[in-house]
């Protein structure tokens, strides 16, 4: 089935470095969504991206959208513990179902 | 504005017992999307309801079945449980009209299958 491919799978960073984690799809998208899911916790939607070569921020977190559509890239910039959990990509193929990606763990070395 | 509403927060039960598990969308939100989420992987969706008809299905065998009520909320109900289906199960709501606010997810039952 319709699947996107997220990498990599765990990051372990010192505090204070960046971090970025890549989705990546055969097929064009229409949509992409990023879900962090802290430790224990549910997934909490981050952002939506739309348009081909599409970026946007939210504080630290940078979000693109490939110009092809068929990748997509969540980089934080100067970690920070709260920044610890699982980042999700998010993709809707058209057929009403959200698929998830595999899912980036995030460790923070303090 | 209420969020997502999971019940109960915690479940173990016995293999080839039934299980049905509840779900509150949010004030606003008609439609939800139930996810099996094992440990250390991605949710997994299972089905959505949009006005109280099922619409869409993941690979999951017809023993996994659902409802949705006129007031939007929703059970998801499990016959015939296997040691596998032991996992944290989400809803999540979210609105037809304004998809750029992504989905809602509740804090998830914890199903144990013992």
């Known amino acids: 089935g319709q699947q996107v491919m997220q990498i990599p799978q765990y990051q372990h960073v010192q505090e204070g470095e960046d971090f970025t984690t890549y989705c990546n799809s055969s097929?064009?998208?229409?949509?992409i969504q990023w879900y962090k899911q802290r430790p224990g916790g549910h997934p909490v939607f981050l952002i939506q991206?739309?348009?081909?070569?599409e970026v946007k921020k939210q504080k630290r977190l940078t979000f693109q959208f490939g110009e092809a559509k068929k990748n997509s890239s969540l980089h934080i910039t100067a970690t920070q513990t709260t920044d610890v959990g699982t980042y999700f990509c998010?993709?809707?193929?058209?057929?009403?179902?959200?698929?998830f990606g595999t899912g980036t763990r995030l460790t923070i070395i303090p | 504005e209420t969020g997502v509403t999971q019940s109960p927060t915690h479940l173990i039960k016995t293999r080839g017992q039934q299980v049905t598990l509840r779900c509150s969308s949010q004030?606003?939100?008609?439609?939800v999307s139930w996810y099996q989420q094992a440990l250390g992987q991605g949710p997994q969706f299972i089905f959505q309801?949009?006005?109280?008809?099922?619409?869409g299905r993941g690979n999951f065998p017809p023993r996994f079945s659902g409802l949705q009520f006129p007031n939007y909320s929703s059970e998801l109900n499990v016959n015939a449980l296997e040691l596998d289906d032991s996992a944290l199960y989400l809803c999540?709501?979210?609105?037809?009209?304004?998809?750029?606010?992504?989905?809602?997810f509740g804090s998830g039952t914890r199903l144990t299958v013992v």
């Open positions: 998010a993709v809707n193929f058209g057929n009403e179902k959200l698929t």
């Open positions: 309801y949009y006005r109280e008809e099922e619409n």
């Open positions: 991206l739309v348009k081909s070569g």
């Open positions: 999540a709501s979210s609105s037809r009209v304004d998809t750029y606010y992504g989905y809602t």
């Open positions: 004030s606003g939100h008609n439609t």
């Open positions: 097929t064009t998208l229409s949509n």
